[in-house]
């Protein structure tokens, strides 16, 4: 089973970078046709998909976000991270790693972790 934990900072002020990083465990990031993404949720908003790293490490992002974001991943952790620059209180918040084959890339969740943007 596949199961996936956020983790990093849960206050960060305007301006500064959000940085978060998502433990895998039970599979292999680099697992043929995987992608990891990451989705955030702001309060009393839908779900936002921000982007997502695929198993060779190719990486696609949101339109709206492109300019502002970067997923990476370290396979020696079996981990992938996020980062969000020039942070601002709309950036608030729970942001969720999810992981799935094409045409699944939602099969696994993790529980989310809460981020708030404010000095």
């Known amino acids: 089973q596949v199961q996936l934990q956020e983790s990093g900072p849960g206050l960060v002020k305007p301006s500064q970078t959000l940085s978060l990083t998502c433990s895998v465990s039970?599979?292999?990031?680099?697992?043929?046709?995987?992608?990891w993404s990451w989705i955030r949720q702001p309060p009393g908003k839908v779900l936002e998909w921000m982007g997502h790293?695929?198993?060779?490490?190719?990486?696609y992002y949101s339109p709206s976000l492109k300019s502002r974001t970067s997923i990476s991943r370290d396979t020696s952790k079996n981990q992938v991270s996020l980062q969000l620059s020039s942070v601002t209180p709309d950036d608030t918040a729970v942001y969720y790693c999810t992981g799935g084959p094409w045409g699944a890339i939602g099969r696994y969740w993790g529980q989310g972790t809460q981020v708030t943007v404010s000095s």
């Open positions: 790293i695929g198993s060779d490490g190719s990486t």
């Open positions: 039970g599979g292999s990031i680099t697992a043929s046709y995987f992608i």
